[in-house]
């Protein structure tokens, strides 16, 4: 079965200090991975999506992630961190060449230090 | 467009009382899904559905049921609402039709308080 795992439950940075939030996924076959931001009291909406066409994906708000097959990775980064980058990010995959479910980890709490 | 919408967003239950979950989309998806989101533990599948007249169930499934009697609704009930359901509700939907159609998109969410 497909899983994600989001390593630290919490990360707290400076205003203007580099941002990286780590997401694993376990599948033999590389799936298609999401990071989705919510902010409190919201829905999910979409940061950015890898779906094999670039290894290096940009979004929106300045964030970009990079899938790594050899190392089952898809960490989200910001090169500077701003106040309104608080709130909760969630990594996701969904398998490709089956059904479309989207699996979630289980968050990672942004935490931004003025 | 409005996209998803849950109806309702707020809702206390007494433990026994039943009660219906609206998901309602303007886009025209086939997929749609119910997930639960609690504290640490992220988003988890409750029922999902390919199609109109179609549901399967997810990774938490018991003490709720779910209907799409058309393609542009999906319903989650709760039979006989427990304190354990207490949680905040959110429906997605997405397109399925090849990898550039695979992102889901959420409605804004029910928060669902059982006393």
């Known amino acids: 079965a497909q899983s994600v795992t989001q390593l630290g439950s919490h990360v707290s940075v400076s205003e203007g200090a580099l941002v990286l939030l780590r997401c694993n996924y376990s599948?033999?076959?590389?799936?298609?991975l999401f990071w989705y931001v919510q902010y409190p009291n919201q829905g999910l909406q979409l940061l950015l999506k890898y779906t094999s066409a670039a290894t290096l994906v940009k979004g929106i708000n300045g964030f970009e992630a990079e899938f790594k097959k050899s190392e089952t990775s898809f960490h989200l980064t910001k090169p500077s961190a701003h106040m309104s980058d608080a709130a909760e990010y969630f990594c996701a995959a969904v398998r490709s060449g089956g059904s479309y479910i989207p699996t979630f980890g289980r968050g990672t709490s942004l935490i931004v230090h003025p | 467009n409005a996209g998803v919408t849950q109806t309702p967003k707020f809702r206390v239950l007494k433990t026994g009382q039943s009660m219906t979950l609206l998901c309602a989309q303007d886009m025209n998806h086939e997929y749609m899904y119910w997930y639960r989101q609690d504290p640490g533990m992220g988003l988890r599948l409750i029922h999902y559905s390919v199609g109109e007249g179609t549901t399967a169930k997810g990774e938490v499934p018991d003490g709720y049921n779910v209907s799409r009697l058309k393609k542009q609704n999906f319903l989650l009930g709760l039979e006989s609402a427990a304190p354990s359901q207490t949680s905040v509700y959110f429906c997605?939907?997405?397109?399925?039709?090849?990898?550039?159609?695979?992102?889901?998109?959420f409605g804004q969410g029910t928060r669902l308080t059982v006393v």
């Open positions: 997605a939907t997405l397109v399925g039709q090849g990898p550039m159609n695979t992102e889901a998109f």
């Open positions: 599948s033999s076959v590389p799936p298609y």
